[in-house]
């Protein structure tokens, strides 16, 4: 069974300030996706990193994957309160096609 | 963009009925829709793959008596939750892909169903 684990759960950070939450998962894939779901609301699509050292930005969040560490990033720069949301990674089987989430971040960015 | 409509939004059922939620792609056709389920504050936990014309396939642990699923057309998937009981309250979100569209594509979801059982 495909794990997906992300850290920290919780986070709560000024506005301004540089913060990284990270994702690991426990077996191969080449596809792992991005999402940001606010309170009560479904999920939108951030991000899609499909090789190793693929990096791709938008705005103040930046997002990386390195495959052979099963590990991904999503970086935040200079925090702002529209970024108050739970961010959660997806890892994609490689033969299923199915879905898979992280444990989510709870981020809340403190005026 | 494309498009998820899930329906409905919200619902409220007394135990031992059964309750149909519907996910509709809008603008695009897919083979293959996914079910989720999340508590509140937890993440997504994927129940089945909803196969167009033929059988789901269920996630380890997931009974398939108690949550029908249909995906009858391109478009549409159902999930019944079946003699509903409390425990089965949760959000359950669908979701699907273009069938047209990159393998590697996001998913695109619906805005979920909160269905609380008394």
């Known amino acids: 069974e495909l794990k997906v684990e992300q850290n920290p759960l919780f986070l709560s950070m000024q506005e301004g300030k540089n913060y990284t939450i990270y994702c690991n998962y426990s077996?191969?894939?080449?596809?792992l996706y991005w999402y940001r779901q606010d309170p009560g609301k479904s999920l939108e699509s951030l991000f899609v990193l499909l090789s190793n050292g693929a990096v791709k930005q938008e705005g103040r969040l930046m997002a990386s994957l390195d495959t052979k560490a099963r590990l991904s990033t999503l970086h935040i720069t200079a925090a702002v309160h529209d970024l108050s949301a739970t961010y959660f990674c997806?890892?994609?089987?490689?033969?299923?096609?199915?879905?898979?989430f992280g444990t989510g971040t709870s981020l809340t960015v403190i005026p | 963009g494309a498009v998820v409509s899930q329906h409905p939004s919200w619902v409220i059922c007394k135990s031992g009925t059964s309750v149909k939620i519907e996910c509709r792609s809008l603008?695009?056709?897919?083979?293959?829709m996914f079910w989720y389920r999340q508590f509140p504050k937890q993440s997504l936990m994927l129940m089945a793959t909803s196969n167009e014309g033929s059988k789901a396939t269920y996630e380890q642990g997931v009974e398939k008596d108690k949550f029908l699923i249909n995906h009858a057309s391109l478009t549409l998937s159902t999930l019944t939750v079946t003699s509903a009981h409390p425990e089965d309250s949760s959000f359950y979100i669908c979701?699907?892909?273009?069938?047209?569209?990159?393998?590697?594509?996001?998913?695109?979801f619906g805005n979920g169903t909160r269905l609380t059982v008394t």
């Open positions: 979701s699907a892909r273009d069938y047209r569209s990159s393998y590697n594509s996001p998913l695109h």
């Open positions: 997806a890892v994609a089987t490689n033969t299923g096609n199915q879905f898979y």
């Open positions: 077996t191969t894939s080449d596809r």
């Open positions: 603008d695009f056709q897919a083979t293959t």
